[in-house]
């Protein structure tokens, strides 16, 4: 019998925020949706949008919290509880200006590092064993505050280290399904 997953991609919701670095987390997981070709329904009151998938013998809900970035823990949570998702069964897709564009890190654990979409779905879970797979954007340029940053919209040039980015990105969450988070890791993570 197989696990039961949450894949959680972190963004903001609406028009104007679409193709912006802070939702890497949503292009991210919108790639890894792509082998499942999934029905996206609106959950809990438009706390989300979620979707079944089947992987093996795992079942996956994918997750893009429709809370703001700041509030994702709420939706989180809620998947969690209503399916029973154990923590180490959780993954977190989130942007990380600290890390280079086309960079990806995973990790198993560990504290928000900053980002508050994170630091909420920690203080929601109580707990800080959580995957998390950052996507890098980065460097930010001294000119630009880190708000505006975030918010502003990938340069035509920067698009194919996105789109690498994002590839990467696609392989460490199927390895995280299949292999598990230290298999994942080694892959990801390697230069």
């Known amino acids: 019998m197989g696990e ?6 972190l ?9 912006t670095r802070h939702n890497a987390g949503f292009m991210a997981l919108d ?17 989300g949008l979620l979707a079944k998938a ?45 890390l280079p564009l086309g960079a990806v890190r995973l990790r198993a654990k560990g504290s ?33 505050e880190g708000k505006d940053f975030v918010l502003s919209k990938f340069g035509e040039e920067q698009k194919p280290l996105l789109k690498e980015a994002l590839l990467k990105a696609d392989a460490a969450l199927y390895d995280f399904i299949v292999g598990g988070i230290d298999a994942a890791m080694t892959k990801a993570n390697a230069k």
């Not at 079942?59 to 823990?73: A, E, F, V």
């Not at 590092?113 to 950052?134: S, V, Y």
């Open 4 to 9: 039961i997953y949450l894949i959680a991609g």
């Open 11 to 19: 963004g903001n919701p609406g028009r104007q925020y679409e193709q």
């Open 31 to 47: 790639v890894f949706a792509e082998r499942f070709n999934p029905s996206w329904e609106k959950w809990q009151n438009d706390k």
């Open 54 to 98: 089947e992987l093996g013998a795992n079942t996956i809900y994918l997750l893009k919290p429709m809370t703001y970035m700041n509030l994702s823990g709420h939706a989180v949570r809620g998947v969690t509880s209503f399916y029973k998702i154990k923590p180490k069964n959780i993954l977190i897709i989130f942007d990380d200006m600290s």
């Open 112 to 144: 928000a590092g900053g980002q508050n979409g994170m630091r909420h779905i920690i203080e929601q879970l109580g707990t800080q064993d959580i995957a998390r797979l950052r996507i890098g954007i980065g460097p930010r340029p001294e000119y630009f």
